[in-house]
Nanobody
C-alpha cells in the first residue's frame, strides 16, 4: 500500500515562503507523475504543480514563477518550494502520485492526507 505523507505547511505572511515535502513509502521512480494539488474552502481541488519521472514539470498559471516542484529520488520525496506567497494561496495542499497499470489498464492514483497552508495579508 502506497503512503504519501506531506509536511511543511503552516501560517506565513504574504510575501513569505514555505517548502512542502511529500515522502512516499516506496520508490517514487515507480510513479509516472507526482504532483501537488490544493483545495480552498468551498472550491474544487486544483492542480498546482506536477513532475514526471523524467523530470518534466507543469505549473498552474497562478503559481508560475513563484512555485517550484522538485524531486529527490534517493529520498523518495517530492518538494514544493513556494515563494512570494499570497493570501489566495491559502488552501489545503495535497500530494498526488499516479502509477500506470500493466497492459494499459488505466492507472492507480494515490493521495496524501493534506497539509494546511495559510497566508495572512
Amino acid at each position: 500500500q502506497v503512503q504519501l505523507v506531506e509536511s511543511g505547511g503552516g501560517l506565513v505572511q504574504a510575501g513569505g515562503a514555505l517548502r512542502l515535502s511529500c515522502a512516499a513509502s516506496g520508490s517514487i521512480l515507480s510513479f509516472n507523475t507526482m504532483g501537488w494539488y490544493r483545495q480552498a474552502p468551498g472550491k474544487q481541488r486544483d492542480l498546482v504543480a506536477a513532475i514526471t519521472w523524467t523530470g518534466t514539470t507543469n505549473y498552474a498559471d497562478s503559481v508560475k514563477g513563484r512555485f517550484t516542484i522538485s524531486r529527490d529520488n534517493a529520498k523518495n520525496t517530492v518538494y514544493l518550494q513556494m515563494n512570494s506567497l499570497k493570501p489566495e494561496d491559502t488552501a489545503v495542499y495535497y500530494c498526488n502520485a499516479n502509477r500506470a497499470r500493466a497492459y494499459g489498464l488505466g492507472q492507480d492514483v494515490y493521495w496524501g492526507q493534506g497539509t494546511q497552508v495559510s497566508v495572512s495579508s
